[in-house]
């Protein structure tokens, strides 16, 4: 079975600075796909940024990216120049087309003026 | 990018009534809706796997009388919750999949709704 650790309960960080938050999994599959969701205030999921297990290439998107490392099994989110809008609940997830995810327990981050 | 509607947003009733949740994809064929309950500030908890025109598989612990579900086409899906009591309120979120898609892997989510019982 899969399962994906989000070792973060909470974090802050500053306006404009940067965030990295932690992400671990396991699994014995090789072809996967990891994903980061941000759960805002309003509840509803939002895609953040979404990473195939079979490409090297970390995955960027704006000021969103991660650090992909199949062998250690992590995929961290790093969040440059931090919003104010930057702030909700962000879950990480390992997934299969067409099957549910396995979502992490998710991680707070609070962003401060 | 997909959109899956999910309606109402929010509800209240009284114990012993029966609600009804539904969860539309509004541009895509989904051969494949998941149904999750989310407590506060806890993740998504899977409650069941809802295929068109067969019968749901529900996870381990979820009542399979208390939470009905019917997935009839391929863009609808809904979620009764029979005889509801307080220990039902909950915030309940359904995922499609869908059936034509370049393989991003990726799952659409509608925006919930807020389940509360008197």
């Known amino acids: 079975a899969q399962t994906v650790t989000q070792s973060q309960p909470e974090m802050s960080v500053q306006e404009a600075e940067t965030v990295t938050l932690s992400c671990t999994y396991d699994?014995?599959?090789?072809?996967?796909?990891l994903f980061w969701y941000k759960q805002p205030p309003s509840r509803q999921m939002i895609l953040v940024i979404r990473?195939?297990?079979?490409?090297?290439q970390n995955a960027t998107e704006n000021r969103f990216s991660v650090n992909f490392q199949k062998a250690a099994k992590s995929f961290s989110l790093k969040i440059s120049d931090s919003q104010l809008g930057d702030a909700a609940m962000y879950f990480c997830?390992?997934?299969?087309?067409?099957?549910?995810?396995?979502f992490g327990p998710g991680t707070r981050l609070s962003v401060l003026p | 990018g997909a959109v899956v509607s999910q309606h109402p947003s929010w509800v209240i009733c009284k114990s012993g009534t029966s609600v009804k949740i539904e969860c539309r994809s509004l541009?895509?064929?989904?051969?494949?809706m998941f149904w999750y309950r989310q407590f506060p500030k806890q993740s998504l908890m899977l409650m069941a796997t809802s295929n068109e025109g067969s019968k749901a598989t529900y996870e381990q612990g979820v009542e399979k009388d208390k939470f009905l579900i019917n997935h009839a086409s391929l863009t609808l899906s809904t979620l009764t919750v029979t005889s509801a009591h307080p220990e039902d309120s909950s915030f309940y979120i359904c995922?499609?999949?869908?059936?034509?898609?370049?393989?991003?892997?990726?799952?659409?989510f509608g925006e919930g709704s807020r389940l509360t019982v008197l």
């Open positions: 995922s499609a999949s869908p059936r034509l898609l370049l393989d991003t892997g990726e799952l659409f």
């Open positions: 997830a390992f997934g299969f087309y067409g099957q549910n995810f396995v």
């Open positions: 990473q195939e297990a079979y490409k090297q």
């Open positions: 699994t014995s599959e090789s072809d996967y796909y």
């Open positions: 541009d895509f064929q989904a051969t494949t």
